[in-house]
């Protein structure tokens, strides 16, 4: 195995051009043979430089619309032999095979055609053979041969000579570019034009995103990296702008999700503002104003808010940011910020603003996946959504406008919430909070013990959750949870119903004088 091989000929055979005629014209200065199909031969012929057909080095001509042009043993013969196996180059001499000492192809660009909506037979048609086929050729046989598949790596064979550890760094990169194409067709045949929603495999191709390092993981004994689609991706926070402050963290990245997901629940609604801490909603709130929304939101939980995250579904002005500015807050996610807000951040150096440009759209299709030991559980997103006609009033009394606004906001919040989940709202602002619990009746009890904390912090005359809306995740399965709401002072309830006790907890809600509406859906979240 030789660690330097020069450079004596090269294939090369791009859809992008980028970099291509420098590269080109480097190498033929070094006196190295070029050797190019189609489209690439004549950008370089274009160019000056004298390029030598693959026709003419097989003696077989390009036919069927170029399906077949390098699928041909002097081509692959030459990429695949082994220089210091006496058998391989007996074999190559008996068939007049030359050797190729560097090849440099990018793929048919299959993503861009499926992403602008091109009809099936144009899709069919990019998918590339040859050049999937000379990838792997070449890296296989990367100890004599570089394998060049992304223009950002021309440099390192623009000398007329490789070095075997660039090779193998070539040869890595290789695989996984053609991994990632394959993936991607797989995806579109399965998805796309089979309708699968589950196929028998699930492709998969994410690349390392270009951020800085995360730290670490969960906790310090962790490593952890982002990685983002290879192909298009909806908007989300690992493609928000980081504006200033220091690099996000893991966790910073799982509770800006949590933030930002919540959020995007109201996207075409009033001034709205989450807070979340540890990946679960502590405070939110919607206002005629940013300021005003962010401010109730901050009363339901202050204790809980300080190194939180805060996500807004409007850009950040200069008086909301003041007011964000008066606690410790670790991320800041908005779809933008002007000026007065910024000069407001750029003080609290290590505050990180990032700006996400249009909100995800919270009803997006997609699938879930959860890594469990020897296996990944794949699921559709929760987008689930209620209509009008999809609530259903089970008793005496109906809710009233207000209660019902307030049912229905506390039921958005509470999809974001940890399983067992209990919100109480009131006015669009959230009152309390109870996440996570191993039982329903303490979630409804932690939730009125911080509404009333923070009743007594503000010096309000009573806790939020008097005449409050009070929603579940699933279904009450006793009576005691509906109770510890009443007792905290909601007049109305929001729940999935479906237990085999509902006629127990409607009589309960009766002899309450609550007003409760079932919705046949549930919104765990683990």
Not at 358 to 369: E, Q, V, W
């Amino acid at each position: 195995m030789t660690d330097t091989v020069t450079i004596a000929r090269a294939l090369l055979s791009v859809s992008d051009k980028t970099g291509l005629v420098d590269l080109a014209t480097a190498l033929s200065a070094k006196g190295v043979e070029l050797v190019s199909t189609g489209g690439t031969a004549r950008a370089l012929r274009e160019a000056g430089l004298t390029v030598k057909d693959v026709s003419e080095l097989t003696g077989f001509p390009e036919m069927m619309d170029g399906r077949v042009k390098t699928l041909h043993p002097i081509v692959h013969g030459g990429l695949l032999a082994v220089r210091d196996d006496d058998a391989h180059m007996a074999a190559a001499a008996d068939h007049a095979i030359g050797m190729i000492d560097l090849v440099v192809v990018n793929l048919y660009p299959f993503m861009q055609t499926v992403a602008k909506g091109a009809a099936r037979p144009e899709v069919i048609e990019n998918i590339d053979i040859g050049g999937p086929s000379m990838v792997r050729s070449a890296a296989k046989n990367h100890a004599h041969v570089a394998i060049v598949t992304d223009p950002a790596d021309y440099a390192l064979v623009a000398g007329g000579s490789t070095t075997l550890a660039d090779r193998r760094k070539l040869a890595a990169k290789a695989f996984a570019a053609t991994a990632q194409y394959d993936a991607a067709i797989a995806s579109w045949f399965a998805f796309a034009d089979q309708g699968e929603a589950f196929p028998a495999t699930l492709p998969i191709a994410l690349k390392r995103a270009d951020v800085e390092p995360l730290r670490y993981g969960e906790n310090p004994h962790q490593m952890a990296a982002l990685y983002v689609p290879t192909g298009p991706a909806a908007r989300g926070i690992a493609q928000a702008r980081q504006i200033q402050g220091k690099a996000l963290s893991y966790n910073n990245y799982n509770d800006a999700d949590a933030a930002l997901e919540l959020v995007s629940e109201f996207r075409d609604g009033p001034p709205t503002v989450v807070i979340v801490k540890h990946a679960n909603p502590c405070g939110v709130a919607t206002g005629a104003t940013l300021i005003e929304a962010y401010e109730a939101a901050l009363a339901c939980d202050s204790v809980s808010a300080f190194g939180g995250i805060i996500a807004v579904n409007r850009p950040l002005d200069g008086p909301t940011a003041e007011a964000m500015a008066g606690i410790f807050t670790e991320v800041v996610a908005a779809p933008d910020a002007d000026d007065a807000a910024k000069a407001v951040f750029a003080k609290k150096k290590n505050l990180r603003l990032l700006l996400t440009g249009d909100l995800p759209d919270a009803g997006r299709p997609g699938l879930m996946l959860k890594t469990i030991a020897g296996g990944m559980l794949v699921q559709t997103r929760d987008n689930g959504k209620l209509a009008e006609a999809d609530l259903k009033v089970v008793t005496k009394r109906a809710p009233t406008e207000q209660e019902l606004a307030d049912c229905r906001f506390a039921w958005v919040v509470a999809k974001h919430v940890k399983s067992n989940a209990i919100v109480y709202a009131k006015g669009g602002t959230t009152a309390g909070i109870g996440a996570g619990q191993m039982n329903r009746l303490e979630s409804a009890r932690i939730a009125a013990w911080k509404a009333k904390d923070a009743a007594d912090k503000a010096g309000w005359a009573e806790p939020r959750t008097i005449g409050s809306a009070v929603a579940s995740d699933a279904f009450f399965p006793f009576a005691d949870g509906l109770l510890a709401a009443v007792e905290a002072g909601a007049t109305a309830v929001i729940q999935p119903g479906g237990s085999i006790r509902d006629a127990e907890v409607i009589a309960a809600a009766d002899e309450a004088g609550l007003a409760m509406v079932f919705t046949g859906m549930r919104h765990f979240r683990h």
